[in-house]
């Protein structure tokens, strides 16, 4: 899966971003059609120690999802922000598979209404 990573008011390193990618790529075992991520890494200026933001943008076959955190590290949003990815996943897969059953049905009722 193809992910860009674009880190505001700082520079990333690339332990930082090898780490998001390694998350990320976790979430392809729960779906397979993904087609693409957007990572935003936002520093915000503020007194609290919890001011590192991560959001993750992922682009799914006629939809998209997205989650949002803000944490002490990057690493510890990235992680929360990946495991909201993933229920929204499996909700999605869910909701997928319960349009394609009413779809089953309707196409066989159809089938027999025209014998």
């Known amino acids: 899966m193809k992910i860009t990573v674009q880190s505001i008011h700082f520079t990333a ?3 930082l971003l090898d780490f998001i990618q390694k998350k990320v790529d ?24 919890a ?4 959001e993750i943008k992922l682009m799914l076959p006629g939809n998209q999802i997205f989650a949002k955190e803000k944490c002490k590290t990057f690493e510890e949003a990235t992680d929360l922000v990946v ?11 869910t909701k997928k598979s ?18």
């Open 83 to 93: 495991e909201s990815l993933r229920k929204q996943i499996e909700k999605h897969k």
């Open 51 to 54: 001011n590192k933001i991560s």
């Open 13 to 15: 390193d690339k332990r």
């Open 98 to 115: 319960i349009a394609a059953e009413a779809a089953k049905k309707a196409a066989l009722v159809t089938e027999e209404d025209d014998f």
């Open 26 to 49: 976790k979430l392809e075992t729960f779906y397979d059609h993904i087609i693409s991520g957007e990572v935003y890494l936002k520093l915000e200026n503020v007194e609290d120690e």
